[in-house]
């Protein structure tokens, strides 16, 4: 049941940012490099931490199902 549970989760997550470029994808879109492009994926990922973890609240997740969510939407939304 957990599982189920779990992969229902990030595949709600996953439909969330499906729509959306990654961040890899928006970077090389945007030709960056270097410090700009470090700097850019790292404000991505933290706005999309946030997302996440928004989402999971909504989602009334805790423990190890918010983190299992958490990693998840936040890897396929950074694109890594």
């Keep these: 049941m957990t599982k189920t549970l779990i992969a229902a989760l990030a595949l709600t997550c996953l439909s969330t940012f499906a729509q959306a470029q990654s961040c890899s994808v928006q970077a090389g879109d945007k030709k960056l490099n270097g410090a700009a492009k470090t700097s850019f994926l790292t404000k991505c990922e933290k706005d999309a931490g946030a997302a996440c973890d928004k989402q999971a609240a909504d989602?009334?997740?805790?423990?190890?199902?918010?983190?299992?969510?958490?990693k998840k939407c936040v890897t396929d939304a950074v694109g890594t």
């Excluded at 805790?62 to 983190?67: D, S």
């Design 59 to 70: 989602k009334k997740l805790f423990g190890a199902a918010k983190t299992s969510f958490t």
